[in-house]
Each structure stands twice: as C-alpha cells, then as structure tokens.
C-alpha cells in the first residue's frame, strides 16, 4: 500500500489550501485515515481522522472549525480542506492509513502506512 499527498503549497494567512492523499495498492475503504502535521523543531501531531464510511470524524482543537477532512472511497483518496490558515499551520502535512477505533486514532502507532509529506507555508 502506497499513499501520495498532494496540494501543498505557500500562501497567505487567512487562505484555504485542500491537501490530497491517493492511496494505491489497497482499498481506501478498509482503512481509517488520519492525518498528522510536524512544524520545523516541533514533533509530529494529528490533526485529523476520518472513518471508513467518512460519517465520523475528529479533529486536534487547533484546527476544529477551521478543517475539514473527508474521503471518497471510489476515488481512494482522502482530503484535508484547510480554511483561514495561520502561520502556526505551517508544517509538513502527513496522510496516514490504518485501523485505529476512534478513541485512539490520534495515536501515531496505530497507523500500518504513511505518505511521503507535503509542505504547506503559511505567511503572516
């Protein structure tokens, strides 16, 4: 299994970016997906997962409100729709695939398969 994250890039604060993550070599529907983010000098974090049927989702409190992740299971892809970015968003963004329940789907130990990272730089 192989995941692919795309749609980072440099923009303003206050701008929306949406993060995309194709998974190939398995099927979307069987994994739950997270998504996790590592700042320059900070460890990584989750920022969000969504559940095999897409109709639960959590969120890191830094980020409720503002993303949003979603998936299509025919597609086998996952996004992250990020809304009024901040600086303190900037970080390299992570799709992650596994079986996690949710009350431990922040944890990064409980994801098999992870992408290779996109960048996302929001200035101030």
């Known amino acids: 299994v192989q995941l692919q994250a795309s749609g980072g890039g440099l923009v303003q604060a206050g701008a929306s970016l949406r993060l995309s993550c194709a998974i190939s070599g398995g099927s979307l529907s069987t994994y739950v997906m997270g998504w996790f983010r590592q700042a320059p000098g900070k460890e990584r974090e989750f920022v969000a997962v969504v559940m095999r049927t897409g109709g639960t989702t959590d969120y890191a409190d830094s980020v409720k409100g503002r993303f949003t992740v979603s998936r299509d299971n025919a597609k086998n892809t996952v996004y992250l729709q990020m809304n009024i970015l901040k600086p303190e968003d900037t970080a390299v963004y992570y799709c992650?695939?596994?079986?996690?329940?949710?009350?431990?789907?922040?944890?990064?130990?409980?994801?098999?398969?992870w992408g290779q990272g996109t960048e996302v730089t929001v200035s101030s």
């Open positions: 992650a695939a596994g079986r996690p329940v949710l009350s431990a789907a922040s944890l990064e130990d409980m994801y098999y398969y």
